[in-house]
T-cell receptor
Framework: KQEVTQIPAALSVPEGENLVLNCSFT??????LQWFRQDPGKGLTSLLL?????REQTSGRLNASLDKSSGRSTLYIAASQPGDSATYLC???????????FGAGTILRVKS | GAGVSQTPSNKVTEKGKYVELRCDPI?????LYWYRQSLGQGPEFLIY????????DSGLPNDRFFAVRPEGSVSTLKIQRTERGDSAVYLC????????????FGPGTRLTVL
């Protein structure tokens, strides 16, 4: 059974700092991995999707890497801003089926 | 274009009552998913539809939970004899069923069972 773990559970940083969020998964047989952002009372917004054959994806200040063999992904946020404050969720789509398996998330607070 | 919409946004009910939660997917999306998110946790998969049929209902916790998608568009999640443990945010997502098949999520319905 696929399990996804995210570390740290919560993170508080001053504005402008670069930061890394970590995600690990137990079964390396994945189809893809996604990072989502969730704001309080809102749904999930997809940030980056990495296919199993890819090593990383970039969008603006965000960079996500994938090491499938070791079961790890990182989300790197450069020059953090208060508007980045949210919960960040990592989800893997197993190699079989269509459902996503989520981690519990990292709650990020960027202080101005 | 319009995203995934869910109604109601909030539902408060009493233990033992029946509730229905509605999801309107993105137009043209053939795949529809229901997830449940408890406080402090990530979403957990409940059921996946491809068209009108439930392709994977392995996440439904018990037979009090049922979902339909009769015309391959709108879906309704039905919960019978609600229990306090059913309190959570119920999220719906849809995808095109093609390519990377990215899932687009709605805002969720917050269900509170008193």
């Amino acid at each position: 059974k696929q399990e996804v773990t995210q570390i740290p559970a919560a993170l508080s940083v001053p504005e402008g700092e670069n930061l890394v969020l970590n995600c690990s998964f137990t079964d390396s047989a994945i189809y893809n991995l996604q990072w989502f952002r969730q704001d309080p009372g809102k749904g999930l917004t997809s940030l980056l999707l990495i296919q199993s054959s890819q090593r990383e994806q970039t969008s603006g200040r965000l960079n996500a890497s994938l090491d499938k063999s070791s079961g790890r992904s990182t989300l790197y946020i450069a020059a953090s801003q208060p508007g980045d404050s949210a919960t960040y969720l990592c989800a893997v789509r197993p190699g079989y089926g269509n459902k996503l398996v989520f981690g519990a998330g990292t709650i990020l607070r960027v202080k101005s | 274009g319009a995203g995934v919409s869910q109604t109601p946004s909030n539902k408060v009910t009493e233990k033992g009552k029946y509730v229905e939660l509605r999801c309107d997917p993105i137009s043209g999306h053939t795949a529809l998913y229901w997830y449940r998110q408890s406080l402090g946790q990530g979403p957990e998969f409940l059921i996946y539809f491809q068209g009108t049929g439930a392709a994977d209902d392995s996440g439904l916790p018990n037979d009090r939970f049922f979902a339909v998608r009769p015309e391959g568009s709108v879906s309704t999640l039905k919960i019978q004899r609600t229990e306090r443990g059913d309190s959570a945010v119920y999220l719906c997502a849809s995808s095109s069923g093609q390519g990377t098949d990215t899932q687009y999520f709605g805002p969720g319905t917050r269900l509170t069972v008193l």
